[in-house]
């Protein structure tokens, strides 16, 4: 019955055209109510206490990060870098997108902030040049998710508050499986434009591959400043948001000079607006998360997924599936903040990895955000790139249908991501 009432009153409010977050509050009201415990000071202290969490103050430096990165030109200078190493090769424009995919997710963290920058720097450049518009918009939509996987991840961030993890374990067994779904994009990018008769552009000269990457220096610096400060124990993962967020904003005030004085205002309230909405959210789905603790609902799912608990590699599946259809449903902040309190339970009881479990977990609700109707990065790019959303959607499914394979063989193969995670730890 409590099962019933938590997501009776979650898809009500939402199907009444309620915000998410305002959805949880009534979620959280109506357990409340169900187990005679009403008490609106209750709501109003754990929606204070959920937004008062140093973890998250990473958060609104790394949007902070994002926006400057966009504006002041770092996030071009990474783009004419994977230009000058792949884009002389056949279909090169589909592997520049794929290999500035991963360089923007290793500066930002947010797949929107990467797929809105991508669309509007490569998709002009990959039409000119001849490839189809729905499948070059639905490469960079399915390259922006890499975003979230690769440190710093704004998902990994709030995953880790919520099921009180280590933000920087999570970061660090990130770097490889993300590199894997880039992989897995560049064989689907290989099959899908395996017909195109194309002329790349001209090989760059030895001399501009290396003006190029003195140009694009700067920019990438900055993951390895803050893998290195993770790694070595030098600055916490908030901290290296706040180094994130300055460092961006010196190389584009006084070294590429691209951010003038006068667009920084600009950039702190987009930034500002962006950063409350999910914090607002955050707050407001932790207070779910508390009274799903108290009504004991994870030990109720427990029950129903008993027959999996014996076999890791079939209850991961059960799990994952769960993540695929909400996610077709809702966005990837709040998927994560209602499901992980649920889960992370019946992880701990089954004796999984709960890193190698959220590693998986963030990229499932990754590949959510490219999936129909809801699909933010989708709407994002279809809105850039100037396509309507049919045509985009069936420009993305090859890719989509890559990133799951290889989700299935992290799940088949945990070595694949356990593995790697021990290196970098």
């Known amino acids: 019955m409590t099962i019933a009432v938590f997501l009776g009153a979650l898809l009500g409010a939402m199907a009444l055209g309620m915000p998410i977050a305002f959805a949880l509050l009534v979620c959280g009201a109506a357990l409340m109510y169900h187990m005679d415990m009403m008490d609106a000071q209750i709501i109003a202290q754990n929606l204070i206490n959920g937004a008062d969490s140093f973890p998250l103050m990473a958060v609104p430096f790394f949007m902070l990060a994002g926006e400057i990165m966009n504006t002041g030109g770092l996030s071009k200078r990474i783009v004419n870098v994977a230009m000058a190493m792949v884009g002389h090769v056949r279909g090169g424009l589909g592997y520049v997108a794929i290999l500035a995919s991963c360089l923007l997710a290793a500066l930002s963290g947010s797949a929107v902030a990467d797929a809105a920058a991508l669309s509007a720097l490569l998709v002009p450049m990959m039409v000119g040049a001849g490839h189809d518009r729905a499948r070059s918009c639905g490469l960079i939509a399915a390259g922006g998710i890499i975003g979230p996987i690769i440190p710093p991840s704004i998902g990994f961030i709030i995953f880790g508050v919520a099921a009180n993890l280590s933000i920087s374990k999570l970061f660090l067994a990130g770097i490889f499986p993300g590199l894997l779904i880039g992989l ?110 108290v009504a004991d609902l994870p030990g109720q799912i427990v029950g129903l997924l008993e027959p999996f608990m014996g076999n890791k590699i079939l209850l991961m599946f059960a799990m994952m599936a769960v993540v695929v259809i909400v996610g077709t449903a809702m966005d990837m902040t709040p998927t994560i903040l209602i499901l992980t309190p649920v889960l992370m339970p019946i992880v701990m009881k089954a004796g999984i990895d709960p890193i190698y479990f959220g590693v998986l977990f963030i990229i499932n609700n990754a590949i959510g955000l490219i999936t129909p109707p809801v699909g933010t990065v989708l709407n994002v790019v279809a809105g850039v790139g100037k396509i309507s959303m049919d045509d985009l959607m069936k420009g993305v499914w090859p890719f989509m249908v890559a990133e799951l394979i290889m989700l299935l063989l992290m799940i088949l193969f945990p070595a694949l991501v356990i593995v790697p995670a021990s290196w970098f730890s």
Do not use: H
């Open 184 to 293: 897995s994009l560049v064989c689907a990018w290989w099959w899908a434009a395996r017909n195109e008769n194309l002329t790349p552009p001209p090989r760059k000269t030895t001399a501009e591959v290396l003006k190029t990457l003195a140009d694009g220096f700067w920019a990438l610096m900055l993951p390895l400043i803050i893998i290195f400060g993770l790694k070595f124990g030098i600055f916490t993962p908030t901290e290296a948001a706040v180094v994130c967020a300055v460092y961006s904003l010196f190389v584009a005030v006084f070294i590429y000079k691209e951010l003038k004085p006068a667009q920084i205002y600009g950039v702190f309230v987009s930034a500002a607006r962006t950063t409350a909405i999910v914090m607002f959210l955050v707050a407001a789905a932790l207070v779910s998360a508390w009274l799903i603790t």
